[in-house]
């Protein structure tokens, strides 16, 4: 969840955690009550107004079926964004819940989240009771490696640290002792930085609770505060390795890092989803839908964290086409094509960005002075030029003309198959998927009667008809009309793998 401070992504958490309050608390905070959860501070608002479906049911359903496994704590595992653990030396051994109760840390987002010193202990325990059932041949150093072995792996992807020593605490050592590379004693918790201290409070953590959260809903709110931005990115793909294949993870953030990561590594495995400013979060219902993340997108989620530095968002592939050649205020596009095509095209192309530049005459000057600026300064940029195939001074023609079109211009040019993009978001595919989305009946009968031949036909004045085929009667307004129908475009659609080969294939 990515947007800008105060916009509800805490929110979000505080919804789940107080549902959860209604059988026990997370952490050992204590919980809240309408006054803290209602904006309104509304007596009767209480955990009832929450509700929360998984993939097996409602959340009391499915917390039910986990009591008799005594797992039903382990549905959540939340870390508040506020900590306390500058300091960690334990002078006094003693027992400790079991993990999957998840009775210690933060209750609520505005709560300190305590964990370290609790932590310490379970891995004190853990590793003294594997040297005491294996008296005969445990060694210290493979006790050291069979219990913090892998977490020690996890370290060393994000910092130049690792855990070397867990001492005892019956010695007045009851903290962890840690080597760098470049310095050959070693230091005990108390002398990391914060943000050493954060990652190796945050790693522990999720380590540890490895055996008995294999199937839960991990909450993180900015984890990155203290950490840089080149450890932020390493972090989260050592958060992800360490939960497990069943679990998810939610993050609120404002990394540069985070982002980075999700732009990058894991855009196959995340979704995002965006507070945009300029929206009521706080007094109005609003649906929280994960965007499409093309580059377009990603430049409004920077804007969060880059502030006016957006630029170095840079795409690698930009592609002229046809449109309204003026941007509209701070940049935003204004035309129709390109408007079209980033949405169609911006998830799986993340790389690649599509601006209007004006008529069939505009696209080529203003292209070639692009080629010959933008290339000098950037040797890896491509530079495409995609038309209609209305090139003709609006006279009729073929698909063979399409293709001796393209054999007498230069590589980086290309041309629709169909008449103008109006062929493809009016193609009967589209409209129906547009009025399964929205609860309209397609006209299919008359859509076919009236469309003969969807590459060649003028379809552009022909909004009002396609209208009424699928059942709308209300005003509209054309272009977002447009915008809308591309929107139902998948990768599945033949238009979509059709206007592909046309863009990115030159076919």
């Known amino acids: 969840m990515v947007g800008p401070n105060g916009c509800g992504k805490s929110s979000v958490f505080e919804g789940m955690l107080f549902l959860n309050s209604s059988f026990n608390y997370l952490g050992d905070t204590g919980g809240k009550d309408h006054t803290y959860h209602s904006l309104y501070q509304t007596p009767n608002f209480n955990y009832e107004n929450v509700s929360i479906e998984f993939d097996e049911g409602g959340f009391h359903e499915l917390r039910q079926r986990r009591e008799q496994f005594g ?15 500058s300091n960690l030396k334990v002078t006094q051994a003693r027992s400790t819940n079991e993990i999957r109760l998840n009775r210690y840390g933060a209750s609520s987002s505005a709560d300190i989240d305590s964990k370290m010193e609790e932590n310490y202990r379970r891995i004190n325990i853990e590793f003294n009771r594997y040297i005491k059932n294996n008296p005969s041949f445990v060694t210290y150093d493979l006790a050291k490696q069979k219990i913090i072995g892998d977490l020690n792996k996890s370290l060393k992807n994000c910092l130049d640290l690792e855990i070397v020593s867990i001492r005892d605490i019956e010695d007045d050592k009851g903290t962890l002792y840690f080597r760098k590379d470049d310095h050959v004693n070693e230091f005990d918790y108390n002398v990391l930085s914060s943000g050493e201290k954060e990652v190796v409070d945050i790693l522990l953590d999720l380590y540890l609770r490895q055996n008995d959260y294999t199937d839960t809903i991990f909450l993180i709110d900015e984890p990155e505060l203290h950490i840089n931005t080149s450890i932020q990115k390493k972090l989260l793909l050592e958060i992800n390795n360490l939960i497990g294949a069943n679990c998810q993870i939610w993050i609120s953030t404002h990394s540069i890092g985070f982002l980075r990561a999700l732009q990058q590594e894991l855009k196959d495995d995340s979704q995002i989803i965006q507070f945009e400013k300029g929206i009521n979060w706080a007094s109005s219902t609003q649906l929280l839908v994960p965007i499409k993340k093309s580059l377009s997108k990603w430049k409004e989620i920077f804007e969060t964290a880059l502030d006016d530095l957006t630029g170095l968002v840079s795409p690698k592939r930009i592609i002229y086409c046809e449109g309204r050649d003026r941007p509209g205020l701070n940049g935003i596009e204004k035309g129709l094509d390109a408007k079209v095509f980033n949405n169609i095209y911006g998830e799986k192309y993340p790389d690649t960005l599509f601006i209007s530049s004006g008529g069939n005459t505009e696209l080529d000057q203003r292209s070639e002075i692009a080629l010959a600026i933008l290339t000098k300064v950037f040797s890896n940029i491509e530079i495409l030029v995609f038309k209609d ?18 054999l007498n211009n230069p590589a980086h040019y290309r041309i629709m198959k169909r008449w103008e993009i109006e062929n493809y978001l009016y193609d009967k595919e589209v409209l129906v998927a547009y009025c399964n989305k929205f609860g309209f009946n397609f006209n299919e009968t008359n859509y076919d009667e009236h469309v003969l031949n969807i590459y060649d036909q ?29 929107e139902c475009i998948t990768e599945n659609m033949k238009v979509y793998k059709e206007l592909e080969q046309c863009i990115f294939y030159r076919k």
Do not use: A
Request: with cysteine; net charge positive; charged share 25%.
């Open 71 to 85: 797992t039903e704590n382990t549905l959540f595992s939340f870390r508040s964004p506020y900590r306390y653990n």
């Open 389 to 406: 195939r209305d090139v003709s001074s609006g006279k009729h023609n073929t698909e063979n003309d399409r293709q001796h079109y393209l």
């Open 458 to 486: 003028n379809l552009k004045d022909e909004t009002g008809k396609i209208k009424k085929f699928c059942g709308i009667t209300t005003s509209i307004n054309t272009e977002q009309f447009k915008i809308n129908l591309s």
